[in-house]
């Protein structure tokens, strides 16, 4: 009997002798939850998710692969990303493939072993992915893919294992189907953009898989000891592989060391952090992020002068970043060179990600400096950060009013808006509102715990004579050597003048000299706060929160 080549290849009656009689359940299950997954993004995100490939952080929150963060402790997305797909022409061709190879596979090798070859396929096909990234060029991956290159692979296998079985113009024609599926597949891959490191390792382990599990008789559905145990060892080749990938040992661009610094600092552990971009400096002196990160982190730690000296080093090995830029005009604003920091702002390409923020920043120091109606009039071009900008500008002007009606604004469309609650609180500190400071102070820190509401809420707790003044105090502060500081001031460890001569090595001395002041004007101390408020108007930055509390606070005082 012989069969045209187009239906040869995954034609039943040639494998007849072979396929037991069972339902490929397995493939009709996998091909619900991938069409359920897809339905479920449709109806989530929208638009987006059905016709094209939905936003990197989507895909990011729905389990996709991206190598620095699969690699740092979230190997689930090895697994998660084979079930997601990048519009409807993605889940459309790989189910198709999925029906055709699937159902004949899981009856060659029985459900239990086509389950093991498509997870474990689609697991080697993910890190054969992280392992591009890391040495050739970043990719975040989702599909099937990977898994149905492995049945393919498995298949093939199947058919050498047995090709003396078959006529040989049949098998002929089996392996030149294979070669112009394989060509199909890598052509068509070039032109889509897609995953090939995920195709190659689908398939290299697809057939080592269909190897070890092939069927000792027809529909023999457990496999067999000897089989368990070679499944196992190449379980453990992937984890041998997922254990050099996270080591960092073949991350020709530090990806995974810097996205660890990336998750230390959104945990707030910034000196830990910083010891880790310095360690990729080592290694990689001429890594620009690694700079840009390290300046930002330093920048956290309170230590401007790092900063400047990261944004720097990162500008002189590209000047034109514009991560590298912002990095600057942003340090440069914290040390009080104003020229500078716009004059880096105005550097920023309007295509650029950096630019909404150094618009925002720039219209605060115009803002700073006294121009209140050229700051309100770049505000007011500046419409995707308008009502942001207009809110810092009327705080730093003293139009309390304005800025407490943006700042409750902006609150109701984004309720954690950090900014906006962070002008509520110095609001009713200014007020006298301690109870609300507290509170605010309170929610900041549930996201974020920032020194300055824990400060605010410590002093505010003590003019309220509240019983527990602390609260906020234990466990959120003690994280740098200066807000170690802050703690032993307000516990009454360390003197004002102790406090001072911290600061001074630390580079925080407008920080210091407005939370003595304030904290002395806590204790109806105003003969001693007034000259530590003087000197904060006087030397300080005039953009920092603690400067416009100062200034307020000295201008109550009686002369």
Not at 21 to 30: D, E, F, I, S
Not at 470 to 499: C, F, H, M, P, S
């Amino acid at each position: 009997m012989t069969f045209g080549e187009k239906s040869v290849l995954f034609n039943e009656k040639l494998f007849a002798q072979w396929l037991s009689k069972q339902r490929p359940w397995a493939t009709y299950g996998l091909i619900f939850t991938n069409v359920a997954v897809f339905v479920a993004m449709c109806v989530l995100i929208g638009k987006a998710a059905f016709l094209s490939a939905p936003s990197t952080q989507q895909l990011l929150e729905w389990g996709a692969n991206c190598a620095p963060v699969t690699l740092q402790a979230q190997e689930w997305r090895l697994v998660t990303c084979g079930f997601l797909h990048l519009g409807i022409m993605h889940l459309v061709m790989n189910m198709s493939v999925l029906w055709l190879v699937g159902r004949i596979c899981e009856r060659l090798f029985g459900s239990l072993r086509f389950l093991i070859i498509y997870f474990l396929s689609g697991i080697g096909a993910a890190l054969f992915t992280d392992l591009s990234y890391l040495l050739i060029a970043p990719i975040i991956s989702a599909g099937a893919s990977g898994s149905i290159c492995g049945l393919l692979g498995a298949y093939f296998w199947f058919i050498q294992a047995h090709k003396q079985e078959f006529e040989p113009g049949i098998y002929k024609s089996m392996i030149r189907k294979f070669a112009e599926y394989t060509i199909v597949i890598v052509v068509f891959g070039v032109f889509v953009h897609a995953d090939q490191a995920a195709h190659f390792g689908g398939v290299l382990f697809g057939g080592i898989l269909g190897a070890a599990l092939l069927p000792q008789s027809k529909g023999a559905c457990a496999p067999g000891p000897r089989q368990l145990v070679i499944v196992s060892l190449i379980c453990l080749s992937l984890c041998g592989l997922l254990f050099v990938e996270a080591s960092g040992a073949v991350d020709a661009n530090d990806y995974v060391q810097l996205y660890r610094a990336q998750v230390l600092r959104d945990n707030r552990h910034e000196e830990e952090a910083a010891t880790c971009l310095k360690d990729v400096l080592k290694h990689h002196p001429n890594n620009v992020d690694a700079y840009v990160s390290l300046s930002t982190c330093a920048m956290e730690l309170n230590d401007s002068k790092s900063a400047l000296e990261a944004a720097i080093a990162a500008l002189k090995l590209k000047p034109d970043s514009a991560a590298a830029l912002y990095a600057h005009a942003a340090t440069a604003n914290r040390v009080g060179d104003y020229d500078t920091c716009v004059n880096e702002c105005a550097k920023i390409q309007a295509n650029s990600p950096y630019f909404k923020l150094s618009r925002s920043l720039m219209i605060q120091v115009v803002g700073a400096q006294g121009d209140l109606d050229l700051a309100l009039k770049e505000a007011e071009e500046n419409n995707d950060t308008a009502e942001l900008a207009k809110m810092s500008i009327y705080l730093q002007a003293g139009e309390d009013a304005q800025s407490k009606t943006l700042a409750s604004a902006i609150l109701k469309k984004d309720p954690n808006n950090m900014w906006a609650l962070l002008a509520l609180l110095e609001l009713d500190w200014s007020a006298g509102n301690y109870q609300k400071v507290m509170k605010l102070a309170q929610q900041i820190c549930h996201t974020s715990k920032d020194d300055y509401s824990v400060f605010l809420y410590t002093i505010a707790a003590k003019l309220s004579n509240d019983a527990h003044p602390n609260l906020l105090l234990d466990g959120n502060v003690e994280r740098t050597k200066w807000t170690k500081a802050i703690a032993d001031y307000l516990r009454n460890r360390i003197t004002e003048t102790q406090l001072i001569d911290r600061a001074q090595l630390l580079d925080q001395q407008t920080e210091a000299h407005a939370y003595i002041g304030l904290n002395l004007l806590a204790q109806h101390r105003w003969t001693q706060a007034k000259p530590y408020l003087e000197w904060t108007v006087q030397h300080g930055v005039p953009t920092f929160t603690e400067y416009h509390l100062a200034s307020q606070e000295l201008a109550r005082l009686k002369p």
